[in-house]
């Protein structure tokens, strides 16, 4: 998607408001914050939406200033990302979702601690895509969308954040059903 005008800037918000305030949501554990975070991003896009438009993937430039903006609130209110997202309830339904996601290779684990700590310690790209479909509900394709990159890569991510996990809590790594989504 290539927006050229207002029409195309008010089109851009429709389709990404929604996604980027529940990621928001889900990052700060607070309403509120997030919809000021993601008020001001859409503010800057706004102000800058011909820079935008020169932008490879306008896309990913809205997520990446998205991501900035939710690490800099959490900076500035003294929390870690990581920390913060452990401790809301849409990272514990994320542990959930994937627990669910993962039943069989996670039958045997005790906690949902190690869970925690396997995803807040993913690369910044497949926690976003983990984050996404497993707390928000987003098909591979949406991801894509939101996040600017191609709906292979998101697969990519999702199967290579699952593998991890599971090495790093001692499970098997056999395939996921769900990749070919």
């Not at 914050?33 to 011909?50: D, E, G, I, P």
């Not at 690490?71 to 870690?80: A, N, V």
């Not at 991801?143 to 292979?152: F, L, T």
Request: charged share 25%; glycine share 4%; hydrophobic share 45%.
């Amino acid at each position: 998607m290539h927006p050229t005008g207002t029409r195309d800037l008010e089109a851009f918000f429709a389709l990404y408001a929604r996604p980027h305030l529940r990621y928001a949501h889900s990052m700060l554990g607070d309403g509120q914050a997030a919809k000021a975070v993601v008020r001001r991003c859409f503010s800057h896009l706004a102000l800058n939406w011909r820079n935008v438009l020169r932008e490879e993937s306008p896309e990913a430039y809205a997520w990446k200033l998205l991501k900035l903006r939710v690490e800099t609130h959490l900076r500035l209110s003294g929390r870690p990302a990581q920390a913060q997202m452990v401790q809301s309830a849409a990272f514990q339904h994320t542990a959930r979702a994937t627990l669910e996601a993962m039943r069989c290779k996670f039958a045997a684990m005790e906690s949902a601690l190690g869970l925690y700590t396997a995803i807040a310690q993913l690369p910044e790209r497949q926690y976003d895509v983990i984050v996404l479909h497993y707390v928000l509900g987003y098909p591979s394709q949406r991801i894509a969308h939101i996040m600017g990159i191609r709906a292979d890569t998101v697969r990519s991510h999702r199967r290579l954040a699952r593998q991890r996990i599971a090495i790093e809590l001692g499970l098997p790594t056999a395939p996921a059903e769900d990749e070919k989504e």
